[in-house]
């Protein structure tokens, strides 16, 4: 039973384009998500959250968008940089839970 | 966010063996939780670590396999017991909460590479 799913494996992005990554969640309650970016032999580095309240939070490149009603979440890099290459994983807590469950993953590849 | 790192980086063990993994902070946590990564799968939690208690278990993972130490608000163990060639993952040590300061993120270690023969 796979709570958070992230569908595609693998996304190839132009340099200074725009790169949108999604989160698809069936877990109603869930009610804090947040994306974690992991470079080979490395941990996840946390990168962006938001509460179920919001629906959307900005930092810097990052944005990260909540549309509820679909249980859908998104990340959005722009511009994107050759650095931005990495795993991504889309990440949701259950209310009043403090574990998280993890998406599969996407491969982000920045082409110059 | 918290300085954590964990011992060893990577092992290469033989079946039926036992390894601890360790994982250090550098400031005091409430939370510290152990994580598994198979191989081309995604992170699953193995169990949170209590200070001064048992360690509470995610479905599927049991204290006799997976033993935890949780001695102090800065350090942990995970011992995977009688190895197989399907505990070969990586392991990850995740905090949350630094004493004194309100967070919702959890932050990683650097993970430990496992191999069993």
């Known amino acids: 039973d796979q709570q958070v799913k992230q569908n595609s494996p693998s996304l190839s992005v132009q340099e200074g384009r725009i790169s949108i990554l999604n989160c698809d969640y069936t877990?109603?309650?869930?009610?804090?998500f947040l994306w974690y970016k992991k470079y080979p032999a490395e941990g996840p580095t946390f990168l962006i959250s938001?509460?179920?309240?919001?629906d959307k939070n900005e930092d810097g490149r990052f944005t990260v968008f909540l549309n509820k009603s679909a249980k859908h979440l998104s990340l959005h890099i722009v511009p994107s940089q050759p650095g931005d290459s990495a795993v991504y994983f889309c990440?949701?807590?259950?209310?009043?839970?403090?574990?998280?469950?993890f998406g599969q993953g996407t491969r982000l590849t920045i082409n110059p | 966010s918290a300085v954590i790192s964990q011992k060893p980086s990577r092992d290469i063990c033989q079946r039926g063996t036992s390894l601890t993994i360790q994982c250090q902070v550098d400031?005091?946590?409430?939370?510290m939780f152990w994580y598994r990564q198979q191989p081309g799968q995604s992170l699953t939690l193995i169990a949170t670590?209590?200070?001064?208690?048992?360690?509470?278990?995610e479905s599927g993972f049991v204290i006799d396999k997976f033993p935890i130490s949780r001695p102090n608000l800065t350090f942990s163990t995970l011992t995977v017991s009688n190895m197989s060639p399907e505990d070969s993952s990586i392991y990850l040590c995740?905090?949350?909460?630094?004493?004194?300061?309100?967070?919702?993120?959890?932050?990683f270690g650097p993970g430990t590479r496992l191999t069993v023969l």
């Open positions: 995740s905090v949350e909460g630094l004493v004194g300061l309100e967070y919702n993120e959890q932050f």
């Open positions: 877990n109603s309650m869930f009610d804090y």
């Open positions: 938001i509460s179920s309240i919001k």
């Open positions: 990440a949701a807590r259950p209310q009043g839970a403090q574990k998280l469950v």
């Open positions: 400031s005091q946590v409430t939370m």
């Open positions: 670590a209590n200070q001064g208690s048992e360690a509470t278990y």
